[in-house]
């Protein structure tokens, strides 16, 4: 791929301009006004685990929800933070709260309540809870099957592909014709994989090309704008997502069932703690960060099984999880976009030398460990 890609990925992967408070990039608001009015040692100092409790009781709990009393809210700057948002205050507070909930990774995919599935949707993605985690993640039917038949049993590899192709195909719609060619859109390239039949016949052009744009989008951890101007789920959410729909869709071997209706079994365990290496979770009530948690030991039991069957470091399926799915493996949220924004605000001269230093350096390398 050409050096200047990621130039054009810059312009054209860009949300669009939001006017609701829920399709803020809310958390990159947040940090950018605790700079201003703390300073850079405080407006950086929360981890992940640190800002999550801030808004749920455990962070550690797969079905954790949201608390009834968040201590962000007694925080003096929040106050002062929310004057910012037009509107009734403790309207853009529930407002603020829930886009936090959803950037974060805290929301859910219950049907009828978090997603809107009917009949159509369950018959075509294959059962309810299919439908509703391919809905939560944004991925359409088409993409959705196709990219199914293209990977087999890879699961976690087919969900990388499938919401690549689903970030082209809603650039296609939300920019004219003229503009894809600066902005390295490329429609040429879902056409291809959509109308394909053989996978090894897929080039490897088109697999990087795919690649580039999900290693893009799942670096920058934003919440990045779907076509119906709607902010779809970061990046490493939608894919994690995505591998759970296929799960759902294919089944398990155990006849005990997962979920009661849009609640866990009581017989699952409810944090790392008590889960087994592997075991499936009631996706659909489990947080965005719990799915994703699953997703990771799923991609390693899958790339481990690969190994065994020969596949070399340097196939594109391996070079996909290796350089790619891995990034979902980092982590997640606070850390990584504390990095981007810290960049943002040393080049607008909204920090010092000193602070942007700071901030970048704890956030690069608290980005850098591994979320186990």
């Keep these: 791929m050409k050096s200047h890609l990621r130039l054009a990925f810059l312009a054209g992967l860009l949300p669009i301009a939001a006017t609701a408070t829920d399709s803020r990039d809310i958390y990159r608001d947040f940090v950018r006004f605790r700079s201003q009015h703390l300073g850079a040692d405080r407006a950086f100092d929360l981890t992940t685990h640190g800002f999550l409790s801030q808004l749920v009781d455990d962070p550690t709990a797969f079905y954790t929800e949201l608390s009834g009393t968040p201590l962000i809210t007694n925080e003096i700057w929040w106050s002062l933070f929310l004057d910012g948002i037009p509107g009734d205050p403790a309207l853009a507070s529930r407002s603020a709260l829930e886009a936090l909930k959803w950037q974060s990774g805290l929301s859910k995919a219950r049907p009828g309540i978090d997603v809107l599935i009917d009949d159509n949707a369950i018959a075509t993605y294959g059962n309810r809870e299919a439908a509703a985690n391919a809905r939560k993640a944004g991925v359409d039917p088409d993409i959705f099957l196709k990219a199914a038949d293209m990977n087999g049993t890879m699961k976690t590899v087919a969900a ?188 607008a001269g909204a920090i010092d030398e000193a602070g942007a230093e700071f901030a970048s350096n704890r956030s690069t390398r608290l980005a850098c460990r591994i979320n186990r």
């Design 160 to 347: 990388g592909y499938a919401v690549a192709l689903q970030i082209v195909r809603d650039q296609m719609k939300a920019y004219q014709p003229a503009d894809y060619a600066r902005r390295a859109i490329r429609p040429d390239v879902l056409d291809r994989y959509m109308k394909q039949t053989h996978p090894d016949r897929i080039t490897e052009y088109d697999e990087r090309y795919l690649q580039d744009i999900l290693r893009y989008e799942i670096g920058r951890n934003g919440s990045a704008t779907d076509a119906g101007s709607r902010h779809a789920l970061p990046a490493a959410y939608r894919v994690a997502r995505t591998a759970a729909a296929y799960a759902d869709r294919a089944g398990y071997i155990s006849s005990r069932s997962y979920c009661v209706v849009n609640e866990p079994a009581a017989w699952l365990p409810r944090n790392a703690e008590e889960w087994q290496y592997s075991q499936p979770l009631c996706f659909i009530a489990a947080t965005d960060r719990a799915v994703q948690s699953w997703y990771r030991h799923e991609l390693r039991r899958e790339k481990a099984a690969l190994h065994q069957r020969g596949h070399a470091a340097s196939s594109p399926v391996m070079h996909l999880i290796g350089t790619v799915l891995a990034l979902v493996d980092v982590v997640s949220f606070v850390e990584v976009v504390e990095a981007v924004v810290a960049e943002d605000l040393a080049s």
